[in-house]
């Protein structure tokens, strides 16, 4: 909008009364909307600007197109006061300037995370290593052995990067990766069960991020759902009963986005498998997001592990590379060779492959984890879950002191202590006691706030807690902060409304 492009081409006029008056403002802007210049007339007035060229001649004429049109509504705008300056060759030049730049920046852009949810779906989730992103260009920017096997000369697997080192870290036969766990769930159903029954406890049919749930990617898969048990109680015997002829498969979903307390009972894993031993029939577990590291090492509520998982004896298990697991979007399954063999072969596969980059990203992530103190330092979504409170308030102490040096009397800033998330979906019931900034203006609302901070470049995305605009230390990362001052200074430079 123009508003965005040229500061404020109108400011709100009182309310006018009188037909005298009405009038005249309708003479008024039908001279104006007649001093209104056309696309050729813009053109004409580009040619000699340097700023211009280069451009694709698509996105100017598609700019300038806006600009004026923006400029019309402003003028036909009831309680609008425009002037003729307002359609100057210079701020009409300036308007068209910005909304070029606009079109020919990325919609992808980078955010500064001050929400305290570490990983945030609707921001990336989890940021990957240092040391993972230098291999993910170096492959991305070079030839690669993505499918050549060096060693024999011919051609190779794409699994084969991260299998063994993906075996190793789970005690599993066999390993391989697709582009999400959705994809890897899906995968295993469609290879496993499908035109065939899968048990399932109706207390685990889980509705997961974007409103995708279990049953229907059950349903894509082919496979025929069996539900067993109630929302908040299954037993061994429900699962022994619903076993027939067509029973192909015997599913556990792990609730890691939400849980359930009070009357409760559950069939653990290591007992379903002992049952599907007995039956013939293979158990399967979706993680959805997990972990190789027992967080209750570092003060962390318990969480099943990959490992623990596989050393159950399930068949398969599938999980995201995304989430806690700190890694590139990806969804690993790994379990008994001759069914991960099943799997590789299905024509499914091919559609779901992850490309060379998260592979290359992937495997360096997976190296951090041989050495599980390596891991906390190296991987962002391990450093800052476990980060302790003392560093997160030495943080937020010198974001404090860095908001102060803008020294504004309207700017008002103090520490807050909050609760950050883990996110993702992953360990729901965790509180994680963490410390913020929270900043007032005068004259503005947080609302207001937030929104300048949103639009602000790069835009920090921050919470509304008590009326103040919150800002919360675990999340921002150290080399943020100037950005975050910066952005600060910039909004009280801001012309008043």
């Not at 082919?222 to 061994?236: D, F, P, Y």
């Not at 008994?336 to 492959?353: F, M, S, V, W, Y």
């Not at 190296?367 to 879950?385: F, N, Q, S, V």
């Not at 409170?389 to 103090?414: G, Q, T, V």
Request: glycine content about 8%.
């Amino acid at each position: 909008m123009i508003s965005k492009t040229d500061g404020r081409l109108s400011t709100l006029l009182q309310n006018v009364h009188g037909p005298e008056k009405i009038m005249e403002k309708k003479d008024t802007a039908q001279s104006l909307l007649r001093n209104l210049p056309g696309v050729d007339r813009i053109l004409e007035l580009i040619k000699n600007d340097s700023h211009f060229e280069d451009l694709p001649k698509m996105i100017v004429v598609r700019s300038i197109r806006a600009v004026i049109d923006d400029l019309r509504q402003s003028i036909l705008k009831p309680d609008a006061s425009f002037e003729k300056d307002d359609l100057s060759d210079t701020r009409i030049l300036r308007a068209v300037k910005k909304m070029v730049s606009d079109e020919m920046s990325p919609n992808l852009t980078r955010t500064v995370n001050a929400t305290g949810i570490v990983v945030h779906t609707n921001l990336g989730r989890s940021l990957l290593s240092a040391d993972a992103i230098g291999n993910m260009a170096a492959i991305a920017g070079r030839y690669s052995n993505l499918e050549f096997d060096l060693k024999e000369g011919r051609r190779g697997s794409r699994y084969s990067a991260v299998e063994k080192i993906l075996c190793d870290l789970c005690g599993a036969e066999a390993a391989m990766v697709v582009n999400n766990n959705a994809g890897a769930v899906l995968l295993c159903l469609d290879t496993l069960a499908s035109g065939k029954e899968v048990i399932v406890s109706r207390g685990e049919l889980v509705e997961i991020g974007g409103s995708f749930r279990i049953p229907d990617v059950m349903t894509k898969s082919g496979g025929i759902l069996k539900e067993v048990g109630t929302t908040n109680r299954t037993h061994l015997r429900d699962y022994e009963s619903a076993v027939g002829p067509e029973t192909a498969l015997m599913l556990k979903v792990h609730q890691s986005n939400y849980s359930i307390v009070g009357f409760t009972a559950e069939v653990t894993l290591k007992d379903l498998v002992a049952l599907g031993r007995s039956q013939g029939i293979p158990v399967m577990e979706d993680l959805g997001s997990g972990t190789l590291i027992d967080f209750a090492e570092y003060g962390l509520q318990k969480e099943q592990t990959v490992q623990d998982s596989v050393r159950s004896g399930a068949d398969l298990v599938t999980f995201s590379g995304d989430k806690l697991l700190g890694g590139p979007q990806s969804g690993i399954i790994v379990g008994k060779k001759e069914i991960i063999e099943k799997i590789k072969n299905n024509p499914l596969t091919r559609a779901l492959r992850i490309d060379k980059m998260t592979l290359a990203a992937l495997e360096i992530t997976m190296g951090h984890y041989r050495d599980e103190r390596k891991a906390i330092r190296a991987i962002p979504t391990l450093r800052m879950l476990t980060m302790p409170i003392s560093d997160i308030e030495k943080r937020a102490k010198k974001l404090l002191r860095m908001l102060k040096k803008i020294d504004d009397p309207r700017l008002k800033a103090c520490l807050v202590d909050c609760v950050s998330r883990p996110g993702g979906g992953s360990l729901p019931a965790l509180d994680l006691p963490s410390m913020g900034v929270g900043i007032a203006v005068a004259n503005l609302s947080s609302n207001a706030i937030e929104s300048w901070m949103r639009s602000s470049r790069p835009p920090i995305i921050g919470r509304i807690e008590n009326d103040i605009f919150l800002m919360d230390a675990r999340t921002i990362q150290e080399d943020e902060l100037l950005t975050v001052q910066q952005a600060f200074q910039n909004l009280l430079k801001r012309p008043a409304s």
